[in-house]
């Protein structure tokens, strides 16, 4: 069958899709990726077939004055009673849309999305979390298609409290931002709205079982698999480390975007004095910012996590799902200094099952990140609870094993 895999052009949204594309692709199916033309290299550094679509997406500039953030204002935790009012959940369906879902599904991509479906015909349209356009393409074309997910579903879930409350207005009170704009979209090709071009018509679920949000999708699990872009490795990280050996680290998406919340060279200063190796991943923006380098830190640029991390007694990262994720399959103990969309909600899984320990941005101290690490580093049951989290990763079948369900699903639900 022919699949056509959809993902916004921000590069850590791909590199999560990437093994199941590979899963696709070695099964014997044709299999391309349409993005923004700013990923089209590192999808073809990725060893699959790309085609840009569209115009590129301003995401990371800065928002226009008067209008709402769409990430670090919004408690996605929904843990106090304001965060559960139809008010907080229509503003964030307002937020979201108006500086997120427009911002990364531009006129320029969706109808290139939609031209290309058209043109190619794909069978299956697996698109990434918030790619709608790949939901809009499939419709127009009769594919089946369907949604993976490779963090906490926190925006399925606020979707779910919202309808739920917006149903319970009088009919002349209701209003649904999401629905409004993903129905006009949708006209443009001569659908209408429905709740399918949200969900999908079933969730590819990267997370084990304990770490998803409950919901009532149709969820089909698979294995998370670290993917990092090309590298070499040094010699050096297969090496046994002489003393603990500590990662620390900002991720690709600290890179791309910064992360002004998190002082990287306050952090290596409060840990300078412990006899511990740090390893910290920064590139030279980053090391520009730091007033020295501790005895006991190695700096280095990049390193791809899987390589690193089975050597590390624990990680020090900002909650990326790509960080965590590797960090959970590899048993490592982590410390999460949560701001922003599903990072609060993995900090608060990962101490809820004793893997770990999280630190709400707006509390980050150097102290109180030193004394997190000597308890991660001194206790054992940290590591034990990791492993337990490693051994329930493990459990959930590959990517090549989801993909007769792929096959079986994508002829129950294509339209032709």
Known sequence: MRVLLACAGIKTHFYKIVNTAWALQNAGHEVLVASHPVLVDDIVQAGLSAVAVGTDHAMFAPAPSGTTSYSREWDFTFSTPETLTWDYLHELHEALVGR???????????????????????????????????????????AAHARIVWGQDVTMRAREEFLALNRARPADQQSDPLADWLGGVAARFGDTFDEELVTGQWTVDLLPESARLKSGLKIVPSRYVPYNGPSVVPQWVYEPPQRPRVCLTLGVAGRERGLDYISQADLLDAVADLDIEIIATMDSLQRENLRQVPDNTRLVDFIP?????????????????G????????????????????TPVKGRHLERVGAGLYIPAGELKPDLLRENLVRILDEPSFREAAERLRQEALVEPTPNDTVPILERLTAQHRAR
């Open 323 to 342: 960080t965590w994720g590797t960090a959970m399959l590899y048993g490592v103990p982590q410390i999460v200094i949560a701001a922003t969309w599903d």
């Open 100 to 142: 997120f879902h427009t911002t990364l599904n531009n006129d320029t991509f969706v109808d290139g999305m939609v031209d290309f479906a058209r043109a190619w015909r794909p069978d299956l349209v697996l698109w990434e979390l918030g790619t709608y356009a790949g939901a809009i393409a499939a419709r127009a074309v009769g």
């Open 305 to 321: 996590l899987q390589a690193l991390l089975p050597s590390c007694s624990a990680i020090v990262h900002h909650g990326g799902s």
